[in-house]
Nanobody, 123 residues
Framework: QVRLVESGGGLVQAGGSLRLSCVASGRTFNTYAMGWFRQAPGKEREFVAAISWSGSRTYYADSVKGRFTISRDNAKNTVYLQMNSLKPEDTAVYYC????????????????WGQGTQVTVSS
């Protein structure tokens, strides 16, 4: 079992930055691929970014490429999402996800999910 707890969300003006963190419980964190997803009101949950267990592979949604950076620190059981140049359309609840397969994480079929953290970007 893996428990995921996100933090770092908040209210920020357009053009600003936030860094989300997701701390995972369990001793097998460094074997899991990790991902970030988001869900805006009235919309389906969508993929944002993913990172492999080693951190050597990353993948981003086109909508955030060049603005967001995913990283991880396996010694701290933590994955991060650095969000720069934020736009009002980035407003959503952001969820952390973990899975033992890259493909399932990217597809949104992760085994484990956090409770989410709210990000609101004002114009």
């Amino acid at each position: 079992q893996v428990r995921l707890v996100e933090s770092g969300g908040g209210l920020v003006q357009a053009g600003g930055s936030l860094r989300l963190s997701c701390v995972a419980s369990g001793r097998t964190f460094n074997t899991y691929a990790m991902g970030w997803f988001r869900q805006a009101p009235g919309k389906e949950r969508e993929f944002v970014a993913a990172i492999s267990w080693s951190g050597s592979r990353t993948y981003y949604a086109d909508s955030v490429k060049g603005r967001f950076t995913i990283s991880r620190d396996n010694a701290k059981n933590t994955v991060y999402l650095q969000m720069n140049s934020l736009k009002p359309e980035d407003t959503a609840v952001y969820y952390c996800a973990a899975g033992d397969r890259w493909s399932t994480v990217v597809a949104g079929r992760s085994d484990y999910w956090g409770q989410g953290t709210q990000v609101t970007v004002s114009s």
